[in-house]
């Protein structure tokens, strides 16, 4: 069963660069990264998404290593509005989305 | 553009009662996904529609089963309601199937089955 491996839980103090790494060390080569979240009472939100190369949007940035073995979410300067569950999500052969249990971020005023 | 929505928000249920829930997607998209929440199982895939045709299935009981209409709404139902099915039940819509395609997520119903 393919799955990505995040920690349980971060902490990051507010107006700070956020750093969400993942691991999916089983990756194969044509099998996307999707970052989503969810906030609180809502349902999951999209962040952004990557296959090699790194990725910006207005929202964050994806880091993608080489090996594609990993993978990081930068949120570069976080808001109390970015806690929330942050699920990486390695999309493969039949196309739907499994999520694991996520790392909770929580934001320090 | 309007989101996801998904109607009712709330439901309360009794033990083998039958229930089922609504979808509209974004205007335009064409693909439709069910997900099931609970606090013991994460978000669990349920099931893909795509031009009306289950596309995709998870690892759930026949009792939980779906369809997809012509305007791309979709609905799901649950029959034989157990207390175990009490979730947020979350529906997700995409332009259309692939993996590359964004999923937006509608705000949930939440069922209680008492």
């Known amino acids: 069963d393919a799955k990505t491996t995040q920690p349980n839980s971060m902490e990051s103090n507010e107006e700070e660069p956020v750093h969400l790494p993942c691991n999916h060390s089983t990756i194969s080569g044509t099998d996307y990264i999707h970052w989503y979240r969810q906030l609180p009472s809502q349902g999951p939100e999209y962040v952004i998404h990557g296959l090699t190369s790194n990725v910006n949007n207005r929202m964050a940035s994806l880091a993608i290593a080489e090996d594609r073995k990993s993978s990081t979410l930068i949120l570069h300067r976080a808001t109390l509005r970015d806690a929330a569950v942050y699920y990486c999500?390695?999309?493969?052969?039949?196309?739907?989305?499994?999520f694991g249990t996520g790392t909770r971020l929580t934001i320090i005023p | 553009k309007a989101g996801v929505t998904q109607t009712p928000r709330y439901l309360i249920k009794t033990r083998g009662q039958q229930v089922t829930l609504s979808c509209s997607p974004i205007?335009?998209?064409?693909?439709v996904s069910w997900y099931q929440q609970t606090p013991g199982q994460g978000l669990q895939f349920l099931f893909e529609?795509?031009?009306?045709?289950?596309?995709n299935k998870g690892n759930f009981p026949g009792r939980f089963s779906g369809r997809q209409f012509s305007n791309s709404r979709s609905e799901m139902n649950v029959s034989t309601l157990e207390l175990g099915d009490s979730a947020l039940y979350l529906c997700a819509s995409s332009l259309a199937l692939g993996r590359g395609n964004t999923q937006y997520f509608g705000p949930g119903t939440r069922l209680t089955v008492l």
């Open positions: 205007s335009g998209h064409r693909s």
């Open positions: 999500i390695r999309i493969f052969g039949n196309e739907k989305l499994t």
């Open positions: 529609y795509f031009s009306e045709t289950q596309r």
